[in-house]
C-alpha cells in the first residue's frame, strides 16, 4: 500500500489539505497527517484539523510521497521548519515523490528541489523566491519527474487526483472521479 505524509502547519489552506487527504484515502492510500507539533492545526480560514501524529513521531518512517498544502503563513512555517527541508531532499535524493500545492512550492524551491525543473504555484509565489532556474509554468498542475506542484484551492481536486494516478494508477483514479460524480 503506498503511504503518503501531508504535513500540516498552523495557517495551511484548509480546503488543499483536506482535498488531498480525503481523495488520497478514497483511493486507499495510507496517508498520515502531521502536525509540526502535537496542537491541533488552525487552518487559514479557522477550520481546526487534528493530525494523526506529529512530525517528530514519523520521521524515521517511510512514505513514498510527501504533499505539502499550501496557504499563508502555513506554507511559511512549513518553509522555516528544517525537518521539513531534510526530508524532502531526503526523500528526491531516494526517488520518491514530493508535491505541493499553492504557496507551498516554495519550500520545494527552498530545498533546492525545483532548479532545473518545471513547477507551477499561486501566482506570483515562485517568482518571489529569486531563485533562478525554475521553470515556472502556469498550468493548473504541473509534474516534472518526481515533483508535481499545483496552483492553489482551484485546483485542489486536480492535483489530489494527479497524485492518485501517480501513487495507484489511473484505473484508481477514474474509479474515485466517477465516484465524485465531477
Do not use: W
Not at 482551484?154 to 474515485?176: N, Q, Y
Amino acid at each position: 500500500m503506498a503511504r503518503t505524509l501531508v504535513p500540516l502547519a498552523q495557517g495551511c489552506e484548509e480546503l488543499e489539505a483536506v482535498t488531498v487527504i480525503d481523495l488520497l484515502r478514497r483511493a486507499g492510500v495510507e496517508v498520515v497527517v502531521a502536525g509540526l507539533d502535537a496542537q491541533p492545526v488552525k487552518a487559514s480560514r479557522g477550520v481546526v484539523l487534528i493530525p494523526d501524529a506529529t512530525l517528530d513521531e514519523v520521521m524515521s518512517q517511510s512514505f513514498d510521497m510527501i504533499v505539502l498544502p499550501g496557504g499563508l503563513p502555513g506554507a511559511d512555517h512549513l518553509n522555516q521548519d528544517p525537518r521539513i527541508c531534510t526530508m524532502l531532499q531526503t526523500m528526491n535524493r531516494n526517488g520518491k515523490y514530493t508535491a505541493a500545492i499553492c504557496a507551498a512550492p516554495k519550500v520545494l524551491a527552498s530545498a533546492g528541489l525545483l532548479k532545473g525543473r518545471k513547477a507551477t504555484g499561486y501566482p506570483g509565489v515562485l517568482e518571489k523566491t529569486g531563485q533562478a532556474g525554475i521553470d515556472i509554468d502556469a498550468g493548473a498542475v504541473v509534474r516534472d519527474g518526481n515533483v508535481i506542484t499545483s496552483r492553489g484551492p482551484g485546483t485542489a481536486m486536480d492535483f489530489a487526483l494527479e497524485l492518485i494516478e501517480l501513487l495507484v494508477g489511473s484505473a484508481k483514479r477514474l474509479e474515485v472521479e466517477n465516484a465524485l460524480v465531477r
